[in-house]
């Protein structure tokens, strides 16, 4: 479940927890996924004895920190602290230059795809292994995944003119 603004606490309560949130903020940036929770169990720690230290909504981090003070903890310590973190997620993105591109599609239009499908039958997963493997031997990788028959691709670029 995403946290936002519109999502009220009934949505996202557990019995016997008290449900502390850091709904992500439009501020952020962010358009997918969002907040962070923590529910600590009222037989562990009075709901009054529980406070939001610190949140924070950005798009490098989203941040909560809860501080507590439970029924029993040693002396030495007055309180615990929970603190979640979601960093901001990464994601490269390659693109096939324009020749890559171009050698693909002429690939493409000489090969007998029905022998793929033949030799894997249902099995989407080792068929799937199989054309990524077919297409990086085009591309001068020689590794082969265990799913498929190298036999079967060396016959297919073989056939590529």
């Known amino acids: 479940m995403w946290l936002t603004a519109l999502t009220p606490d009934t949505a996202a309560e557990l019995d016997g927890f008290t449900l502390l949130r850091a709904d992500r903020s439009k501020e952020s940036g962010k358009r997918k996924g969002g907040g962070l929770a923590v529910f600590v169990n009222d037989r562990w720690c009075n709901p009054g004895h529980i406070t939001v230290k610190e949140q924070h909504c950005c798009k490098d981090i989203e941040l909560l920190a809860v501080s507590m003070r439970p029924y029993y903890l040693p002396r030495e310590f007055t ?30 239009n000489t090969t007998l795809w029905d022998v793929f499908s033949d030799a894997h039958g249902e099995d989407i997963d080792s068929l799937t292994h199989c054309l990524t493997d077919y297409i990086k031997l085009l591309c001068g990788e020689h590794r082969t995944h265990q799913d498929c028959n190298t036999e079967l691709l060396q016959q297919q670029a073989l056939d590529y003119p």
Do not use: G
């Not at 615990?80 to 171009?102: D, G, H, I, N, Y």
């Open 79 to 108: 309180h615990a602290l929970a603190v979640v973190v979601q960093p901001a997620v990464t994601r490269t993105v390659k693109k096939w230059s324009e020749e890559a591109e171009e050698a693909l599609k002429d690939c493409f």
